[in-house]
């Protein structure tokens, strides 16, 4: 028998006045010392699932049905005393956000040795023995230091593995990582993802890593699990489950890929609707509304599991991918899904935004003067231009200021030096009142719609607010105005009288697009606009982007910590690090090959959804983590974490510097090539 | 800390400045002056002059203001206009009950309100929660004056449980008398534990949501384990901000209990002084209330800062 046999579990959650089926009859198992990957959108059940596993689940949630045996012994039969034995001693856990997941108030070394104590029985000095060296473990830097530190005194890396220590404590047999690393930066998200591998293989343990990114779990799982309205529509090995997909939802997956587009320089695909609701789900396949291969079957009836020859277990009457397809079948996928559609491609004019030496410092205070001791320097003198309907990309770890040039470009923060041209004024030099009238030339775009929404405000009043601010034309001009921008981002006119969270994540970035082209600005700055939404949902946003962009001539600056977004949209990529432009040039030419050993670091840590590329992968990518900004390294900011720095790199600073004739810079003594 | 100590500390001296600026303009701005209202209606104008300049109320309000401020800084503040005495003395007379009285039933609140805050969140929309939800709706509404009356009415009056025996005067009668204290005590309790464990009760279910809760029952935590050893220490840092900031209210409810239960105490010292137009001794307990409450947000900041390792005041 496996180490964790799952059976026909199934998971209501109750609400107020209904009952949702959040996982709907799944089994599967997990041998002992093997990595399984669940992933699935928000909302597929993968959470719960895992939450059902550790009987974890939210208050009123009725307890699951079905069996869940972890070496024989089914863990849903056991009382609550019982269970709590198995918890943090058995299983671990770790959950998203190390940072909330962690009691503020208690030291790590305390909450690690807390688990030792309560499964071994131990003493206090014991315990804290075993925390320290659990620490050490995980790779955590001077353990003894760290294990009398509060959560709040951590980087989100040394976070997570303070939180990865409080599961191991007791060197469970299974560890559940639940989007382990969605918090993180990238190059972070490697090195714990790294970690949580091999403590795999030294306490011999088995992973559950579920997750939404298909990049994550490539190179990862030994097998998937994908799921989908609650059910498990495929599963297999990851390397065929990624070769060769056999459900048309995973297709799908795989289709919204911004790195797919931005390889074939096509649309990308979006999967149209929304999952079902699973307070009441059809009896039929739970897929078939959003589906482009469906048939009338799909629609009768709920479609049984199916094993082919190799293995591979789907649940679909009409299987994509190479094994068994007749030819009926594939009529309809040639005439209604492989139409690709090619990018549209606009024009890129003259030079709209110039920013040139931008500076931003955040003074420290200190003492009863408040005296200034010192400076956080969040930008260091940036420049760059955005040309008319171009994009142009900015991508970085957080801390990098990638968002702090958002703001000075967008009027929230003041400029400590430099200028920012657009159209031939500089808007750092502008008085407050003239440059509130040209904040409707440039218009941010949020990551977080629904924060950044009044809840109490229709969406036609949010939508029309910067027309009122602005004095756009009378009360039925700008009436007018809404329903054509409702229009041009794909929103009915009848969603106008609703409120922000009437909407779904993808309609509400919707709708804050809207409000940033009301104005009709010539430039948005767009933070991590699709950050919070599910590849399928954010696939939607990114093409109508693109879109409104050819048609309105609209050009963006397009900030994002994921890579492969940022080159799916971008002309042009500016990589950042800790305040300073490290490389700027043509997407595809930073891309493929970059001159800066942080960019060169920054790829080679991106999770790609392809399992063979994943396995292959020999650069360790960025190691160690963010230096403060409070005192930056001298000379070349990345020389502390830079494989190929010298001497020469701590004493003087590298000035950017043109590498061949397409417009790539970069700011290295000694780059990558020349 | 000490540059935010020292800040804190000015800051406060300049707000008890404005205090005691505005508190002596407004007593000044009454009809007629003060002497007209010590004196009466049928007093002389011979008779007015003759008070106002005995107590120097004839010199610029400025001028009043600066021998004012000048004996504060000394230690006096002032003398009664109509009992003679000074207003110093006349403090350290009352202020020991009063202080006995606001202590002791802020110990009670807190020891009671924490637990049945806590009882509340962890049932939850059960019987027990929505009763107890009923009782200190009923007890926060209801003015303290009359909850103070009905409980003198029916224990003192109607049931003769407690004698009504001597008024307290002092603190020695005050500790010496608890069966005297009961119920001016419970009647500020009652109140106050309404508010408070309606407070503790949304700050433990504030903290039962947080993510850490899951890590802790994750890690094998038993429930009570993981209410006492993580809820509950999180749930307490609001309540003690809470505690620093009802100071002052606390000292308003002291004064009508204080009137109700014959309790000559700071409260009813002020009370008695205002209706006689005794304007110094309002001034010198009104600028002490002030202390009390300037004081109580300075508490209230350090032991928020003791609680949570991620709040530092600078």
């Known amino acids: 028998m496996a180490l964790l046999e799952v059976q026909n579990l199934h998971t209501q959650i109750k609400l107020k006045r209904s009952v949702v089926q959040a996982v709907d009859g799944i089994s599967f198992s997990v041998e002992a010392g093997e990595t399984i990957g669940i992933v699935g959108e928000s909302g597929c059940g993968k959470t719960m699932t895992a939450m059902s596993i550790m009987r974890l689940l939210p208050n009123g949630g009725s307890s699951p049905e079905g069996s869940i045996f972890l070496d024989g012994r089914d863990l849903l039969q056991l009382d609550e005393e019982e269970m709590a034995g198995v918890r943090?001693?058995?299983?671990?856990?770790?959950?998203?956000?190390?940072?909330?997941?962690?009691?503020?108030?208690?030291?790590?070394g305390r909450q690690i040795s807390e688990s030792v104590r309560i499964h071994r029985g131990t003493g206090k000095?014991?315990?804290?023995?075993?925390?320290?060296?659990?620490?050490?473990?995980?790779?955590?830097?001077?353990?003894?230091?760290?294990?009398?530190d509060y959560p709040h005194q951590l980087s989100g890396g040394m976070r997570q593995r303070a939180m990865i220590a409080i599961a191991l404590a007791n060197e469970p047999k299974l560890l559940i990582a639940d989007e382990p690393t969605t918090a993180l930066d990238v190059t972070v998200q490697k090195q714990i993802l790294e970690l949580i591998d091999s403590l795999r293989e030294r306490l011999g343990m088995a992973v559950i890593l579920v997750t939404h990114d298909l990049g994550v779990i490539a190179g990862r799982a030994d097998r998937v699990n994908v799921m989908y309205a609650g059910r498990i529509v495929e599963t297999t090995q990851t390397e065929r489950l990624y070769a060769n997909p056999r459900h048309p939802y995973t297709e799908a997956l795989f289709d919204s890929l911004p790195e797919r587009g931005a390889e074939s320089g096509t649309r990308l695909y979006s999967i149209p609707g929304l999952p079902p609701d699973l307070t009441d789900p059809p009896k039929v396949c739970r897929f078939s509304p959003r589906c482009r291969y469906a048939q009338d079957d799909c629609r009768a009836q709920d479609p049984p599991y199916r094993v082919d020859e190799v293995g591979h277990e789907f649940a679909c009457f009409h299987p994509v991918g190479a094994a068994e397809r007749s030819g009926e079948d594939l009529k309809v996928t040639l005439s209604e899904a492989t139409s690709r559609q090619e990018l549209p491609a606009g024009e890129i004019g003259d030079v709209l935004l110039e920013v040139s030496d931008l500076v931003k410092d955040y003074p420290i205070t200190k003492g009863l003067l408040r005296r200034q001791i010192g400076t956080v320097s969040a930008v260091a003198g940036v420049s760059f231009t955005i040309r008319r309907g171009e994009t142009v990309g900015l991508v970085g770890e957080s801390g990098c200021g990638k968002t702090t040039v958002a703001k000075l470009i967008v009027g929230l923060e003041d400029t400590t030096s430099g200028a920012m041209k657009l159209s031939g004024a500089d808007l750092a030099a502008l008085k407050a009142r003239d440059r509130r009238k040209r904040s409707k030339d440039v218009q941010l775009m949020f990551q977080d719609s629904y924060a950044a929404m009044d809840p109490r405000m229709r969406v036609r009043t949010v939508v029309r607010e910067p027309l009122d601010i602005q004095k756009v034309g009378d009360k039925?001009?700008?009436?007018?105005?809404?329903?054509?921008?409702?229009?041009?981002?794909?929103?009915?006119?009848?969603?106008?009288?609703?409120?922000?969270?009437?909407?779904?994540?993808?309609?509400?970035?919707?709708?804050?697009f809207a409000r940033a082209l009301a104005p009709a600005p010539k430039l948005i700055v767009a933070d991590e606009p699709v950050s919070a939404l599910d590849v399928s949902i954010q696939s939607q946003v990114l093409n109508l982007m693109k879109d409104l962009q050819t048609e309105l001539g609209l050009s963006y600056l397009f900030i994002s910590h994921d890579l492969s977004v940022v080159r799916y949209?971008?002309?042009?990529?500016?990589?950042?690090?800790?305040?300073?432009?490290?490389?700027?040039?043509?997407?595809?030419?930073?891309?493929?090959?970059?001159?800066?050993?942080?960019?060169?670091?920054?790829?080679?840590?991106?999770?790609?959804?392809?399992?063979?590329?994943?396995?292959a992968k020999a650069s360790a990518g960025v190691a160690g983590e963010l230096p403060s900004a409070i005192d930056p390294p001298s000379g070349c900011r990345f020389r502390t974490r830079c494989p190929a720095a010298q001497e020469l790199c701590a004493q003087v600073e590298p000035p950017l510097a043109p590498f061949g004739s397409d417009g790539h810079e970069a700011a290295c003594h000694f780059p990558i090539w020349k | 800390m000490t540059a935010y100590l020292i800040r804190r500390t000015l800051q406060s001296i300049a707000t008890l400045f404005i205090v005691s600026l505005a508190t002596f303009g407004l007593l000044h701005l009454m009809p007629n002056g003060v002497v007209r209202g010590m004196l009466g209606q049928r007093a002389t104008p011979q008779q007015i002059a003759y008070v106002t300049h005995k107590l120097g109320l004839d010199k610029h309000i400025w001028d009043q203001y600066w021998i004012w401020i000048k004996n504060l800084l000394h230690g006096d503040l002032g003398t009664s206009y109509i009992r003679n005495q000074s207003v110093d003395?006349?403090?350290?007379?009352?202020?020991?009950?009063?202080?006995?009285?606001?202590?002791?039933?802020?110990?009670?609140?807190?020891?009671?309100?924490?637990p049945i805050g806590v009882l509340q969140a962890t049932r939850r929309n059960t019987v027990t929660d929505y009763t107890i939800t009923t009782l200190s709706f009923i007890g926060y509404a209801v003015p303290v004056f009359f909850i103070g009356v009905i409980l003198r009415d029916i224990f003192q009056v109607k049931l003769h449980w407690i004698p009504t025996a001597n008024q307290i005067d002092s603190f020695s009668s005050a500790f010496g008398q608890p069966e005297q204290m009961v119920l001016p005590v419970g009647t500020l309790v009652i109140g106050l534990v309404a508010g408070y464990s309606r407070y503790m009760r949304s700050a433990m279910l504030d903290e039962l949501t947080q993510d850490y809760v899951r890590t802790a029952i994750a890690k094998g935590a038993t429930k009570?384990?993981?209410?006492?050893?993580?809820?509950?220490?999180?749930?307490?840092?609001?309540?003690?901000?809470?505690?620093?900031?009802?100071l002052p209210g606390l000292v308003g409810g002291a004064l009508l209990v204080e009137q109700i239960f014959n309790i000559q105490g700071i409260g009813l010292l002020t009370i008695n002084a205002a209706q006689q137009n005794d304007f110094v001794v309002v001034l010198g307990t009104t600028m002490l209330t002030a202390l009390v409450t300037v004081l109580g947000s300075l508490v209230a900041d350090i032991s928020y800062a003791a609680l949570d390792p991620r709040v530092r005041l600078t």
């Open chain 2, 224 to 246: 009570r384990r993981v209410l006492y050893r993580h809820v509950l220490r999180n749930a307490l840092i609001p309540m003690a901000t809470l505690v620093g900031l009802s």
């Open chain 1, 125 to 148: 000095k014991e315990a804290h023995e075993r925390a320290v060296e659990v620490l050490q473990l995980v790779g955590m830097p001077s353990p003894m230091q760290r294990a009398q």
């Open chain 2, 89 to 114: 003395n006349l403090v350290k007379e009352t202020l020991g009950q009063s202080a006995y009285l606001v202590g002791l039933a802020l110990l009670l609140t807190i020891v009671l309100a924490v």
């Open chain 1, 476 to 512: 039925a001009a700008r009436e007018a105005r809404i329903r054509e921008l409702f229009d041009q981002v794909g929103l009915p006119a009848s969603a106008l009288e609703r409120y922000p969270h009437e909407f779904s994540g993808g309609q509400r970035q919707r709708v804050g």
């Open chain 1, 88 to 108: 943090g001693n058995e299983i671990g856990m770790i959950f998203q956000d190390p940072m909330t997941s962690l009691n503020p108030t208690m030291t790590i």
């Open chain 1, 569 to 615: 949209l971008s002309d042009r990529i500016g990589v950042m690090y800790l305040g300073k432009l490290v490389e700027i040039g043509p997407a595809e030419a930073v891309y493929s090959r970059p001159i800066h050993h942080y960019t060169r670091g920054l790829l080679d840590t991106i999770p790609v959804a392809d399992p063979e590329v994943e396995k």
